[in-house]
């Protein structure tokens, strides 16, 4: 193979200026002290006050993570036991279908999770709310948690659990004693990305909530809609940076874990 | 109880176990991500009326013991006999193809130099690539907006080097939505693609050169043949999802713009035509079947 050459620092460098500048340009104008997005006015945190003073962004931003928090536990509980399905149940009954359910939901449009989702909810009766975005979250959440428990388990020593289980180990307690501490960094991977495909969702959550239970993303949009303005920067940069935060330190923890094992 | 007994009673309370553990998570996605396809094709029979919920029934309860189901097929004849939703599904389709070929190169490109860069360098570059993956994507789509805006970034810094004397206009144009797809997607490109020729067995690429394949024939028919299926996968994760885009072409597009993303959510949030959004949303799943049937069989084959 021809070595690392000119043509390959040529294509991470044009690639990652092109995932990072906008990005980084989102940033910058946050500071601006002008209204202008595109003018530079002079260094200035003013609009992270008027952010403060913003009832609506607050209020939506309480929405998102009540959903994020308590859509992410539930789907870390649902799509762990779903990956250990997939990969330590053999065949059963309806495994395809199973497994179509756990992959589908990756890349369906949003639009049509969203929409059949709300017509269910209308069809039933149930009232729309904080109550019926979390549903929807933890539905496609789990699917993404599953998919990462999957693959840790393929790398997993069967050995271990089967030598626990002939000692007499009940299968729960083998679960929670043996298998849950070994894979514990994929499920707190899978909590975290579900935390954050939850913090992101603009579709399905336009379709699934209700008065009052309006989340950041929704509000973001709405604002947008009326035209750029360094606020909207400024609560994406807020976002961003902990999304960031939370990138490194799942990795210094998966970091850590490989370090142990090795 | 003899200890043959218990063995049994034993086995069958794990068997049982088992059952209930598997029922847990397929319940709940038999629950909230099949059975609502039931009442889209419900609802896109149904026909629209001015109440809440907005369209009527579909078996309606009269004198007689069994109920007369009211089923019309007038939406599906709406979508066919208005030539804009047929412009929208090719021009969705046609998007989605185009920013899939532009994600690929681009994607290989960068994925191919990830795994090539040193060992040591490998896992920042990754990580770099996953961050934007995390962020979220209204955001990032807003990002370009300063950008790409008539009086925005891009046109400024060009004009100021003297590249151009008028303003491009791209804000509004497919050329935004392109530019946004590929820079949304890119990562969802990249990780398979990395996944896979980060894998690839180095020897054949060896034996390649040592008999004489210049390296850009080995490139093409050694390391892209061996990297089909991280193509494919990469391929499916854009062009499924882009297909029933809405972010991107609503803020990015102009109103040129035809997506049936767009279509589906103008229909359901402004003009309330729940049957009509329904037959739109029927229509564009039974095109996404079998791209997704796919991609699940290539999902599941990597994994074993």
Same mark, same amino acid.
């Given at each position: 193979?021809?070595?690392?050459?000119?043509?390959?620092?040529?294509?991470?460098?044009?690639?990652?200026?092109?995932?990072?500048?906008?990005?980084?340009?989102?940033?910058?104008?946050?500071?601006?002290?002008? *209204?202008?997005?595109?003018?530079?006015?002079?260094?200035?945190?003013?609009?992270?006050?008027?952010?403060?003073?913003?009832?609506?962004?607050?209020?939506? /931003?309480?929405?998102?993570?009540?959903? &994020?928090?308590? #859509?992410?536990?539930?789907?870390?509980?649902?799509?762990?036991?779903?990956?250990?399905?997939?990969?330590?149940?053999?065949?059963?009954?309806?495994?395809?279908?199973?497994?179509?359910?756990?992959? &589908?939901?990756?890349?369906?449009?949003?639009?049509?999770?969203?929409? +059949?989702?709300?017509?269910?909810?209308? /069809?039933?009766?149930?009232? *729309?709310?904080?109550?019926?975005?979390?549903? /929807?979250?933890?539905?496609?959440?789990?699917?993404?948690?599953?998919?990462?428990?999957?693959? *840790?388990? +393929?790398?997993?020593?069967?050995?271990?659990?089967? /030598?626990?289980?002939?000692?007499?180990?009940?299968?729960?307690?083998?679960?929670?004693?043996?298998?849950?501490?070994?894979?514990?960094?994929?499920?707190?991977?899978?909590?975290?990305?579900?935390?954050?495909?939850?913090?992101?969702?603009?579709?399905?959550?336009?379709?699934?909530?209700?008065?009052?239970?309006?989340?950041?993303?929704?509000?973001?949009?709405?604002?947008? *809609?009326?035209?750029?303005?360094?606020?909207?920067?400024?609560? #994406?940069?807020?976002?961003?940076?902990?999304?960031?935060?939370?990138?490194?330190? &799942? +990795?210094?923890?998966?970091?850590?874990?490989?370090?142990?094992?090795? | 109880?003899?200890?043959?007994?218990?063995?049994?009673?034993?086995?069958?309370?794990?068997?049982?176990?088992? $059952?209930?553990?598997?029922?847990?998570?397929?319940?709940?996605?038999?629950?909230?991500?099949?059975?609502?396809?039931?009442? @889209?094709?419900? !609802?896109?029979?149904?026909?629209?009326?001015?109440?809440?919920?907005?369209?009527?029934?579909?078996?309606?309860?009269?004198?007689?013991?069994?109920?007369?189901? $009211?089923?019309?097929?007038?939406?599906?004849?709406?979508?066919?006999?208005?030539?804009?939703?047929?412009?929208?599904?090719?021009?969705?389709?046609?998007?989605?193809?185009?920013?899939?070929?532009?994600?690929?190169?681009?994607?290989?490109?960068?994925?191919?130099?990830?795994?090539?860069?040193?060992?040591?360098?490998?896992?920042?570059?990754?990580?770099? @690539?996953?961050?934007?993956?995390?962020?979220?994507?209204? !955001? $990032?789509?807003?990002?370009?907006?300063?950008?790409?805006?008539?009086?925005?970034?891009?046109?400024?810094?060009?004009?100021?080097?003297?590249?151009?004397?008028?303003?491009?206009?791209?804000?509004?144009?497919?050329?935004?939505?392109?530019?946004?797809? @590929?820079?949304?997607?890119?990562?969802?490109?990249?990780?398979?693609?990395?996944?896979?020729?980060?894998?690839?067995?180095?020897?054949?690429?060896?034996?390649?050169?040592?008999?004489?394949? $210049?390296?850009?024939?080995?490139?093409?028919?050694?390391?892209?043949?061996?990297?089909?299926?991280?193509?494919?996968?990469?391929?499916?994760?854009?062009?499924?999802?882009?297909?029933?885009?809405?972010?991107?072409?609503?803020?990015?597009?102009?109103?040129?713009?035809?997506?049936?993303?767009?279509?589906?959510?103008?229909?359901?949030?402004?003009?309330?035509?729940?049957?009509?959004?329904?037959?739109?949303?029927?229509?564009?799943?039974?095109?996404?079947?079998?791209?997704?049937?796919?991609?699940?069989?290539?999902?599941?084959?990597?994994?074993?």
């Amino acid at each position: 193979m021809k070595k690392f050459g000119n043509f390959n620092i040529a294509a991470l460098v044009i690639g990652f200026s092109f995932l990072y500048i906008p990005i980084i340009l989102l940033i910058l104008f946050s500071f601006n002290e002008s *209204r202008l997005v595109t003018v530079w006015g002079g260094f200035s945190t003013k609009w992270y006050g008027e952010l403060m003073q913003n009832q609506g962004i607050k209020d939506a /931003a309480w929405v998102t993570i009540k959903v &994020a928090f308590i #859509s992410s536990t539930m789907a870390t509980i649902l799509g762990t036991i779903a990956g250990l399905v997939m990969t330590r149940f053999g065949s059963f009954r309806g495994r395809t279908l199973f497994s179509g359910m756990i992959y &589908a939901p990756m890349v369906m449009p949003e639009v049509i999770i969203g929409l +059949s989702t709300l017509l269910m909810f209308v /069809a039933l009766a149930v009232d *729309r709310g904080v109550f019926t975005v979390t549903l /929807a979250h933890i539905t496609f959440s789990m699917c993404y948690v599953a998919v990462v428990i999957q693959s *840790r388990m +393929s790398s997993y020593d069967d050995s271990i659990t089967e /030598a626990a289980l002939d000692l007499g180990c009940t299968p729960f307690k083998t679960f929670m004693l043996i298998t849950l501490p070994i894979i514990l960094p994929a499920v707190i991977a899978g909590w975290l990305l579900s935390f954050t495909l939850s913090l992101d969702d603009l579709v399905i959550a336009s379709f699934t909530s209700g008065p009052g239970s309006t989340t950041l993303p929704m509000k973001i949009y709405s604002m947008v *809609r009326l035209g750029v303005t360094p606020e909207i920067n400024a609560v #994406s940069t807020i976002l961003v940076g902990l999304v960031t935060l939370g990138v490194i330190a &799942a +990795s210094i923890i998966g970091r850590k874990q490989k370090q142990q094992t090795n | 109880m003899s200890s043959n007994q218990r063995t049994q009673s034993l086995l069958k309370s794990i068997f049982n176990g088992r $059952r209930a553990i598997i029922a847990i998570p397929y319940l709940w996605l038999l629950m909230f991500f099949m059975l609502p396809f039931i009442f @889209v094709l419900k !609802i896109s029979l149904a026909e629209p009326i001015m109440a809440i919920p907005p369209y009527t029934a579909l078996l309606e309860w009269g004198d007689s013991l069994l109920p007369s189901i $009211r089923a019309s097929l007038e939406s599906y004849l709406f979508l066919f006999s208005d030539s804009l939703y047929i412009k929208a599904y090719l021009s969705s389709l046609k998007i989605a193809i185009i920013s899939t070929i532009l994600t690929l190169i681009i994607g290989y490109s960068i994925a191919y130099s990830v795994a090539k860069a040193p060992t040591r360098w490998r896992g920042i570059l990754l990580m770099l @690539v996953i961050l934007p993956f995390w962020t979220s994507f209204l !955001i $990032r789509v807003y990002a370009w907006i300063g950008i790409l805006k008539t009086e925005g970034l891009l046109n400024l810094a060009l004009m100021s080097i003297g590249i151009i004397d008028k303003p491009l206009i791209i804000m509004n144009t497919d050329l935004a939505v392109y530019i946004g797809i @590929v820079y949304s997607y890119l990562p969802f490109m990249i990780l398979p693609l990395y996944a896979n020729l980060e894998k690839m067995d180095m020897s054949l690429l060896e034996a390649a050169a040592d008999l004489g394949c $210049r390296p850009f024939k080995t490139f093409w028919t050694v390391t892209i043949p061996l990297s089909i299926p991280g193509i494919l996968a990469g391929c499916f994760l854009v062009f499924i999802p882009v297909m029933g885009e809405f972010v991107i072409p609503d803020l990015l597009g102009g109103t040129k713009t035809l997506m049936i993303g767009k279509v589906l959510w103008t229909e359901f949030f402004y003009n309330r035509d729940w049957p009509v959004a329904s037959a739109v949303a029927i229509i564009l799943l039974a095109l996404l079947v079998i791209p997704i049937m796919l991609y699940q069989k290539s999902q599941e084959k990597a994994i074993s």
